[in-house]
């Protein structure tokens, strides 16, 4: 379960996040949307635990730790992932060694051995199978050279093999044709169950036609001003972001 | 011919006339350096009449000459009339046991996975209690003799071999060729020597970590490698293992020469002990090495992976005479703390259709500096010359530096000579993202250094690369975050 209360966020002194109040539950699924420079990534980032964001108030739990007070490797081992919205490029590293060394890690914090290499591989093909990725992927350097959707792809692969209890997917959806989008999609779902938390960042609603959330929440200048069932984003794509603005400033 | 024992007596009869008394009895010649002592080291070695008189013309060179100070490097005077130039290899001397080492040491042995038994001979253990393991060198010997390969130390070279050693000897580094190559030659106690014969491949990597009277060799080292036409010999020097050492400075000279259509590659990694946090106590190596490919079709590379020493000075060179021979040079320099390191190549094109590739990759942390020099260099002759450079600079916090002074000296206006350099930092973004993946500050650091130099890491014969691996990231624990 995780729960944030009144977070508030800044960075080089600019404040982003102005009080966000958000709880998922194993199991469930939450989208976020919102329009541009509304502070969604700085959310996820805060959540992953990128330093260069200065917590001014509030609090952040998961599974009743307090957030703030682990590294963001530590948060990893405690099952938080997150799939960047621009993954970033390492060169002269393969896919291959990426993947085995976070896969290494997070059996190095369960008290496991490293995994076979044989048995790795095995384990990586099928997952690269349901994503339709080809072997080639293993041994280009990490997202080196990689179009948007590729990269996107990469990201996703990471959240299968790593198994992650609470997945923050930060606009996974955008540069995805719309063949893509339904292959990632079906491997989103694929990840669904009882005990998992799924974030779903993203600014269209197409995403959550083939991944139904259970709670929409609408954050505008780093608030959430609105939350509902599926249909809000479905009323968001008709009228627009500009009437929950309007609602803000309302109320 | 002089005798050797005649230069003795010659020697004892000067000493006394110079009031110099030397006790040629003794293990270690007293601190200072004149024409005695050039005559006694030779005299101790029991050398032949040529190699007396060649390190006595180096000598007599060497005096005249001042100590160069142009590198981008800085350090307090080195007083030479300090140093002692002959001490003859301690059995005994060391730890009795790895009880007895810097704990420091040991965990550094461990995180690099080095056998215990390797560890006792890293860290100086009375080498007779270690090495119950000499079999193995000895079978290895047995099989290098059947193909005709000469491995052995540069004394047994010169007793066993006199013809190939005055033959070959400063014959690409001559006695002549800069301040602490002349002192070599004049002073040096030991070495490696390899002589491949004609069409012969050596058949596994040479090190000098079998020779197993290596860690004697001391402070001036030569090595001497000769590969015949059409042989193959890959050479190994040093190993990851960080090795401390008494004498603080270090002037070793390499030597190879490739006839035709032969090739030699040599990798290096180097790990002297850089000095604590604060500079204090590293080794300063000044090397001297060069390899000419003498004959057509050769090729020489020289791999290298520097992470030691207090101060490195180091060029490894290759003429190419031969017509269509190839150089290669690739090489990491890692400097953490306040190491210093100024490295690079010389390519030197005489021949025509010769071809030289200078991949250099620098990563600078702390305090460092580091300094890539290089030249290429095309006589007039050398049609169809071709080098290409690339210099790249990964520098990891703001108190760094990364220097590059590429040269070009070109006298054929056909020659082709491409240069790239590039300076990069590690970014925050890509800390996090592998963070993110569960992966620690220093294993990251440690992954993408090693993706930084994957094209020179990829060049080192497996075993080596391995190590090399995890050598960075030993080098740069703590230097972020
Ligand atoms: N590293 C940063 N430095 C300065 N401003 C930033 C930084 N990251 C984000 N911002 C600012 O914070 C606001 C929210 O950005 P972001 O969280 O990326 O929005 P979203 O993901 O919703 O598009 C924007 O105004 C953006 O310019
Ligand atoms: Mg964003």
Not at chain 1, 34 to 46: D, Q, Y
Not at chain 1, 54 to 79: C, F, K, N, P, V
Not at chain 1, 146 to 164: A, T
Not at chain 2, 100 to 114: M, R, S
């Amino acid at each position: 379960m995780l729960t944030i209360k009144n977070l508030q966020a800044s960075i080089e002194d600019k404040a982003i996040l102005k009080g966000i109040h958000l709880s998922i539950k194993p199991g469930e699924v939450h989208a976020i949307m919102g329009p541009n420079g509304s502070g969604k990534s700085t959310l996820a980032n805060v959540l992953a635990g990128r330093e260069e964001y200065q917590i001014t108030a509030g609090t952040m739990h998961y599974q009743g730790i307090d957030l703030s007070t682990l590294t963001a490797d530590e948060r990893a081992h405690l099952g938080l992932f997150l799939s960047f919205q621009y993954p970033v490029e390492i060169p002269g590293v393969s896919n291959l060694y990426l993947l085995k060394s976070a896969l290494n890690a997070k059996r190095k914090h369960m008290g496991l051995e490293e995994i076979d290499a044989i048995d790795f591989l095995s384990i990586v093909r099928e997952k690269m199978k349901l994503l339709h990725m080809d072997d080639s992927y293993l041994y280009r350097d990490v997202n080196s050279g990689f179009s948007g959707g590729e990269k996107k792809r990469n990201e996703i692969l990471q959240l299968l093999l790593l198994e992650p209890s609470l997945c923050i997917l930060d606009e996974t959806d955008s540069g995805l044709d719309i063949d893509a989008l339904r292959i990632v999609a079906e491997g989103i779902n694929l990840m669904r169950n009882e005990k998992r938390s799924i974030l779903l960042i993203t600014h269209y609603q197409r995403l959550l036609d083939y991944i139904k959330p259970d709670v929409v929440h609408i954050l505008s200048e780093g608030k959430i001003v609105a939350e509902g069932d599926y249909t809000l984003a479905t009323q968001l794509e008709a009228e627009g972001y500009e009437p929950f603005l309007q609602k803000k400033t309302g109320g | 011919m002089t005798k050797p024992n005649e230069t003795l007596e010659n020697l004892l009869q000067q000493d006394y006339e110079h009031g110099f008394i030397t006790d040629i009895e003794s293990d270690t010649l007293p601190p200072g350096l004149n024409a005695d002592t050039v005559r006694a080291i030779s005299a101790k070695k029991n050398e032949p009449e040529f190699m007396l008189a060649w390190r006595l013309k180096a000598y007599e060179y060497w005096r005249h000459l001042t100590e160069p100070h142009w590198a981008h490097l800085k350090y307090g005077p080195i007083d030479y009339q300090a140093i002692s130039y002959y001490s003859a290899p301690k059995v005994t001397e060391g730890p009795k046991d790895l009880s007895e080492v810097d704990p420091k040491l040991i965990e550094t042995y461990n995180k690099l996975g080095i056998p215990l038994k390797e560890q006792e001979w890293l860290a100086g253990v009375a080498v007779d209690a270690v090495f119950d393991s000499i079999s193995v060198a000895t079978t290895f010997k047995d099989k290098l003799n059947e193909m005709g390969i000469i491995f052995c130390s540069f004394s047994d070279a010169v007793q066993n071999h006199p013809d190939l050693i005055q033959q070959y000897l400063g014959s690409v580094v001559p006695h002549t060729d800069n301040f602490f190559a002349s002192l070599n030659a004049a002073v040096f106690s030991d070495g490696s020597f390899v002589y491949i014969p004609p069409g012969v491949r050596c058949p596994m990597e040479l090190s000098t970590y079998f020779r197993i009277n290596a860690r004697s060799t001391g402070q001036f080292e030569r090595t001497l490698i000769i590969a015949d036409e059409g042989a193959y010999v890959s050479y190994l020097e040093g190993c990851t293992a960080p090795q401390r050492d008494e004498n603080q400075l270090h002037a070793a000279v390499v030597e190879l020469i490739a006839l035709d259509k032969a090739q030699i590659k040599y990798s290096t990694v180097q790990n002297w002990y850089p000095g604590d946090e604060n500079g204090v106590g590293g080794i300063y190596n000044f090397v001297t090495k060069r390899g000419e490919c003498r004959g057509h079709h050769s090729k020489i590379s020289w791999t290298q992976v520097e992470t030691g020493s207090a101060i490195t000075w180091k060029y490894p060179s290759v003429i190419l005479k031969g017509d269509y021979s190839v150089g290669e040079f690739y090489s990491v320099a890692l400097t953490n703390h306040h190491q210093q390191a100024d490295t690079g190549t010389k390519m030197i094109h005489i021949g025509q259709h010769t071809k030289s590739t200078v991949i250099a990759k620098g990563i600078s942390a702390g305090f460092a500096q580091n300094t890539y020099r290089g030249l290429i260099k095309v006589l007039a002759h050398a049609d169809g010359a071709h080098n290409y450079t690339r210099c790249d600079s990964l520098l990891m916090g703001t108190h760094c530096g990364a220097h590059t002074f590429p040269h070009i000296e070109s006298k054929n206006s056909r020659a082709r000579i491409e240069h790239e350099a590039s300076t990069s930092k590690i970014s925050e973004d890509q800390l996090f993202y592998l963070a993110q993946r569960g992966i620690d500050t220093e294993n990251a650091v440690s992954m993408i250094v090693n993706g930084f130099c994957k094209e020179v890491m990829k060049t080192l014969p497996m075993e080596f690369a391995v190590e090399a691996r995890k050598l960075l990231g030993l080098s740069l624990e703590g230097s972020i975050g």
